[in-house]
C-alpha cells in the first residue's frame, strides 16, 4: 500500500470516527467503544476489498457484508452515507423517534443485508449466503464481521464448523478480538484461549492481525481465500474504543455515550489527530 493511500484512509477513518462520535452522542445512545474498534477495518472493506453499487443496493452480483455486531452500526452508517447509498442527513437523526437509521443494523437502511445485533446470528446466515453462491455458481463473495463476545454464542460454533464442511471459500470472517465484551474482560467472563488453535482445528485458514493497521488489514483481506475449499479467518487484534484516549480499553465506553465535557475532549483529539494527518500529505 503506498503512503499516499495509508494517508487517504487514516483520514477517512477519522472522519468516520467523528462522525460516529457526533451521532452517538446527539442521540445518547449506542455503542461507541464497539464502533471504534472497528472502524479501520471497515475502512479497508469499503474502500478497498468490497464490490458493490452505491446506487443499486441490491445489484445482484455484489460482494455481500454482514455485521454481526448490529449494535456497533452507527460507525457502518456513517460509512454508507459517506459512499452515497443513501442522504448524510439521515445521520442526524440515528437512533431518534422519526428516522430511518435504528440503533441496531437493519435491513431496511440501503447496504445492509440482514439486521443484525442479537448476537450469534450473522455468522450462520452469512454461511447461508456462501452456500447458495456456491451452489448457484457465482462470484460475489461474503465477508462477515463479528464480535468476539459472540465466540461464547453455540450457533457461531455450528457456523464454524458448517463452512469448512461445506468447503465455503468464498466466505471470509473477520473477528473484533477487542478482549471485551458486555460484562467485562474475555479472559473472565469466557476464556476463548487458544482461539487461533481451535480455529485452525475446525479447518478454518487462520490469520492474525493487527486491526488497527492498514497494511496488514488489507494485506489479509486481500489474499482471501488463502486455500482453495476452505473459508477463511481473520483474527484482528483491535483496541475498544481506538482512537479516542480515555475510551480506549475501558469496558464502560461499550454502553456510556460522552456528556458536554467528554464530547469536546474526544472532538479536539479526533480533530488534533486529522490535522496531523493532513500535514504529512
Known sequence: MTQNQLQQFAQFASRIRLKTLKIITRACAGHIGSDFSIVDILTVLYNDILKFNAKQPN??????????????????YAILAEKGFFPKSWL??????????PGH???????????????????????GMSLAAKLDRKKWRVFC????????????WEALLFAPHHQLDNLTIIIDYN???????????LNLEP???????????????????????????????VKTDSPSCIIANT??????????DKLEWHYKTPNDKKFEKAVKELKTQNSK???TT
Open 59 to 76: 445489484w445482484l452480483d455484489r460482494d455481500r457484508f454482514i455485521l454481526s455486531k448490529g449494535h456497533a452500526c452507527a460507525c457502518l
Open 92 to 101: 442526524d437523526k440515528f437512533y431518534l423517534p422519526g428516522g430511518l437509521l
Open 105 to 127: 443494523a437493519t435491513h431496511t437502511v440501503p447496504g445492509i443485508e440482514v439486521s443484525t445485533g442479537a448476537l450469534g446470528h450473522g455468522l450462520p446466515i452469512a454461511c
Open 145 to 156: 464481521l463479528i464480535s468476539d463476545g459472540e465466540l461464547d454464542e453455540g450457533s457461531t
Open 179 to 189: 478482549k471485551i465484551q458486555a460484562l467485562g474482560k474475555n479472559d473472565k467472563v
Open 195 to 225: 482461539l487461533v488453535d481451535k480455529l485452525r482445528a475446525f479447518n478454518w485458514q487462520v490469520r492474525e492481525i493487527d486491526g488497527h493497521n492498514f497494511n496488514e488489514i488489507k494485506s489479509a483481506l486481500i489474499i482471501a481465500p
Open 239 to 248: 483496541i475498544k474504543g481506538k482512537g479516542v484516549s480515555f475510551m480506549e
Open 277 to 279: 494527518l493532513k500535514t
